[in-house]
Nanobody, 124 residues
Framework: QLQFVESGGGLVQPGGSLRLSCAAS????????IGWFRQAPGKNREGVSC????????IYANSVKGRFTISRDNAKNTVYLQMNSLKPEDTAVYYC?????????????????WGQGTQVTVSS
Protein backbone atom coordinates (compact mmCIF):
# COMPACT_ATOMS: atom_id res chain seq x y z
CA GLN A 1 0.00 0.00 0.00
CA LEU A 2 1.38 3.37 -1.02
CA GLN A 3 1.61 5.71 1.91
CA PHE A 4 3.21 8.96 2.99
CA VAL A 5 3.83 9.94 6.57
CA GLU A 6 4.50 13.60 7.24
CA SER A 7 6.09 14.80 10.45
CA GLY A 8 7.85 17.80 11.91
CA GLY A 9 4.98 20.22 12.23
CA GLY A 10 4.20 22.13 15.40
CA LEU A 11 3.92 25.51 17.04
CA VAL A 12 6.74 27.99 16.45
CA GLN A 13 7.22 31.69 17.05
CA PRO A 14 7.55 34.11 14.16
CA GLY A 15 11.08 34.03 12.83
CA GLY A 16 11.56 30.45 13.93
CA SER A 17 12.28 27.31 11.92
CA LEU A 18 10.81 23.88 11.35
CA ARG A 19 11.81 20.96 9.18
CA LEU A 20 9.05 18.85 7.75
CA SER A 21 9.68 15.27 6.66
CA CYS A 22 7.70 13.16 4.23
CA ALA A 23 8.54 9.48 4.44
CA ALA A 24 7.19 7.05 1.86
CA SER A 25 6.31 3.42 2.45
CA UNK A 26 5.10 0.80 0.05
CA UNK A 27 6.95 2.34 -2.87
CA UNK A 28 10.25 4.06 -3.65
CA UNK A 29 10.36 7.76 -4.41
CA UNK A 30 13.09 7.56 -7.04
CA UNK A 31 10.75 7.96 -10.01
CA UNK A 32 8.44 10.56 -8.53
CA UNK A 33 8.47 14.32 -8.42
CA ILE A 34 7.42 15.40 -4.92
CA GLY A 35 5.54 18.51 -4.02
CA TRP A 36 4.72 20.24 -0.76
CA PHE A 37 1.37 21.97 -0.47
CA ARG A 38 -0.42 23.83 2.28
CA GLN A 39 -3.95 24.71 3.15
CA ALA A 40 -4.95 27.39 5.61
CA PRO A 41 -8.47 27.53 7.11
CA GLY A 42 -10.95 28.86 4.59
CA LYS A 43 -8.42 28.90 1.78
CA ASN A 44 -7.65 26.71 -1.20
CA ARG A 45 -4.76 24.30 -1.12
CA GLU A 46 -1.70 25.93 -2.67
CA GLY A 47 1.62 24.72 -3.94
CA VAL A 48 4.63 25.59 -1.81
CA SER A 49 7.53 23.77 -3.44
CA CYS A 50 8.41 20.87 -5.68
CA UNK A 51 11.49 18.77 -6.36
CA UNK A 52 12.14 16.60 -9.38
CA UNK A 53 12.80 12.89 -9.04
CA UNK A 54 16.55 13.36 -9.32
CA UNK A 55 16.59 16.37 -7.02
CA UNK A 56 18.15 18.47 -9.73
CA UNK A 57 15.23 20.83 -10.20
CA UNK A 58 13.25 22.69 -7.57
CA ILE A 59 10.39 25.16 -7.67
CA TYR A 60 9.19 27.52 -4.95
CA ALA A 61 6.15 29.70 -4.53
CA ASN A 62 7.08 33.37 -4.47
CA SER A 63 5.78 33.63 -0.91
CA VAL A 64 8.42 31.19 0.40
CA LYS A 65 11.42 31.83 -1.87
CA GLY A 66 14.56 32.44 0.11
CA ARG A 67 13.00 31.05 3.30
CA PHE A 68 12.09 27.44 2.46
CA THR A 69 14.33 24.73 1.04
CA ILE A 70 13.13 21.43 -0.37
CA SER A 71 15.43 18.42 -0.52
CA ARG A 72 15.23 14.69 -0.88
CA ASP A 73 17.17 11.63 0.21
CA ASN A 74 16.12 8.82 -2.07
CA ALA A 75 18.19 6.34 -0.07
CA LYS A 76 15.99 7.13 2.93
CA ASN A 77 12.88 7.41 0.78
CA THR A 78 12.21 10.79 2.35
CA VAL A 79 11.64 14.36 1.22
CA TYR A 80 12.21 17.36 3.48
CA LEU A 81 11.03 20.93 3.67
CA GLN A 82 13.26 23.21 5.72
CA MET A 83 11.29 26.28 6.72
CA ASN A 84 13.14 29.30 8.10
CA SER A 85 12.05 32.82 9.02
CA LEU A 86 8.51 31.60 9.51
CA LYS A 87 5.66 34.09 9.44
CA PRO A 88 2.13 33.88 10.83
CA GLU A 89 0.84 33.65 7.26
CA ASP A 90 2.71 30.34 6.90
CA THR A 91 0.24 28.78 9.31
CA ALA A 92 -1.49 25.89 7.55
CA VAL A 93 -1.72 22.16 7.24
CA TYR A 94 1.19 21.04 5.08
CA TYR A 95 0.91 18.07 2.74
CA CYS A 96 3.40 16.20 0.61
CA UNK A 97 2.34 14.54 -2.61
CA UNK A 98 3.89 12.47 -5.38
CA UNK A 99 3.48 12.89 -9.12
CA UNK A 100 4.26 9.90 -11.31
CA UNK A 101 6.75 11.76 -13.45
CA UNK A 102 10.33 12.96 -13.21
CA UNK A 103 9.78 16.70 -13.48
CA UNK A 104 7.67 18.84 -11.19
CA UNK A 105 3.98 18.85 -11.97
CA UNK A 106 2.36 22.23 -12.33
CA UNK A 107 -1.19 21.35 -11.37
CA UNK A 108 -2.50 19.84 -8.16
CA UNK A 109 -4.50 17.23 -10.07
CA UNK A 110 -1.27 15.80 -11.45
CA UNK A 111 -0.27 14.58 -8.01
CA UNK A 112 -1.48 11.06 -7.41
CA UNK A 113 -0.52 10.20 -3.86
CA TRP A 114 -0.99 12.39 -0.81
CA GLY A 115 0.03 12.34 2.81
CA GLN A 116 -2.34 13.04 5.69
CA GLY A 117 -0.88 16.46 6.45
CA THR A 118 0.95 18.02 9.38
CA GLN A 119 -0.11 21.20 11.16
CA VAL A 120 2.25 24.18 11.22
CA THR A 121 1.27 27.08 13.45
CA VAL A 122 3.33 30.26 13.58
CA SER A 123 2.29 32.43 16.48
CA SER A 124 3.73 34.38 19.36
Amino acid sequence: QLQFVESGGGLVQPGGSLRLSCAASGFTLDNYAIGWFRQAPGKNREGVSCISSSGGNTIYANSVKGRFTISRDNAKNTVYLQMNSLKPEDTAVYYCAAAVQAMCAQQIYEYDYWGQGTQVTVSS
